[in-house]
Each structure stands twice: as C-alpha cells, then as structure tokens.
C-alpha cells in the first residue's frame, strides 16, 4: 500500500482529502503543521507529501528542504492559493515536484496524485534496478563468469571452476546465486549456467570498458 501524508492547517480540508484518497485505497496521515509532520516522515516511509505553503510555525517553503532531507524518494506536491502561483515556481526550485493551486477541484487532485505516485513507483523501479546492476558487476569473479558465459555460451558447474582456476567452489557457488537473483544468467534443466539477455548487454559493456582502457 502507497502512504500519504497532507500537511494543511485547515481541518476541515485534511479530513476530505483523507477520505477521498483513503478511498482510492491509499495509507493516509495528517498534520496541522511542518512541525508535526517532521516525526511521522521518521516513522513511515511515505511516497507522496501533499503540502501547504502558508502554516503557522514552519512554513511551506522552508519546510520543502527539511522533508526532502528526512524524504529523498517521497514526491512533494505543494498546496497553494491562487494569489500566490509565483511561490509554487519558488517552491519548485526549493525541491517540490508538483503544485495544485487552491481551490482545487477533487478531479484535478486525484489527477495530481495518481500521476505523482506513477512517477514514484518508476523511480523507485529504476533505483531498485541499478542497485541489482551494480550488486551483480561489484565482484570480479562475478564479472569474470560473465564475461566466460557470453563468450563460451552455457557452461556446467566445474567447467566454470576450472575456467575462473579457483579452488573454493563454494565462493564460485555463491557468485553464481548473485548473478541468477540480477537476472544475468539462468540455470537450466541440465544444470548448465546460460547467460540471459540483460547479462550479454551487461558482457557488452564490460568488453567495451576493457577494451577503451586497454586501448
């Protein structure tokens, strides 16, 4: 389940954006403030901030780069009232990534919502993905047997072993564990590792490297 948090001192406002989003089958918290915000940001790991600009204590604007500190994934869409659009271009630069312009109509927040979640979910598809990639190449070993498995083609255990001249064959075992939970290679009914598509344009890159270092 995706969480929300609305940071709006007016009440009445909170508590219908609470139930139209809840509704949608969304998590959602409230605060009256920033301030009261500030612990719940350290205890749920929320995908989207809807924001007030004008609240007592600490303000909209100065609150964008504290909640981006304790936030860093969380997409921040700024509340503000119609007067003041010039502040959502200046809270645009301070870190936000959205704005709605009070009064809203519950069409366009829902539009503003579902389209900032999107973009959450591909982020964090895309930093999951190059946190596999860099996992899989941080060992050598590991991007020995792949570089082997691209230029050999599917290849048993031992004939690995005896490739990569290493005598620990649980450590070889353990690399080849990494490399199938990235995707860059699979084993098959015959035992034998293959090396899959992600894993030939990752081989790719590698022999690009070698070779421009090399060269």
Do not use: W
């Not at 406002?13 to 915000?37: M, N, P, Y």
């Not at 519950?106 to 503003?112: Q, T």
């Amino acid at each position: 389940m995706e969480h929300i948090l609305i940071i709006d001192d007016e009440d009445e406002l909170r508590a219908t954006l609470t139930e139209i989003l809840a509704k949608e089958g969304l998590d959602v918290q409230e605060a009256a403030s920033a301030d009261q915000a500030f612990p719940l940001l350290k205890r749920t790991p929320f995908n989207l901030i809807l924001l007030d600009m004008i609240m007592p204590g600490t303000d909209g604007m100065s609150a964008i780069p504290l909640i981006r500190k304790q936030a860093p994934r969380a997409r921040i869409v700024v509340m503000t009232a119609f007067a003041s659009v010039q502040n959502a271009v200046q809270a645009l630069q301070q870190g936000a990534d959205d704005y709605l312009v009070k009064p809203f109509k519950i069409e366009a927040m829902l539009l503003a919502v579902r389209r900032n979640l999107q973009q959450a979910r591909f982020l964090e598809g895309e930093a999951v993905e190059l946190d596999r990639v860099f996992h899989g190449l941080a060992n050598a070993m590991r991007r020995q047997i792949l570089l082997i498995l691209d230029r050999q083609g599917a290849s048993r255990f031992m004939d690995l072993v005896r490739l990569l001249a290493v005598e620990d064959h649980t450590k070889v075992n353990f690399h080849l564990k990494v490399l199938r939970e990235a995707g860059f290679i699979r084993q098959g009914g015959d035992k034998s590792y293959a090396i899959t598509e992600a894993g030939h344009r990752v081989a790719g890159c590698l022999t690009y490297i070698g070779k421009s270092l090399n060269g």
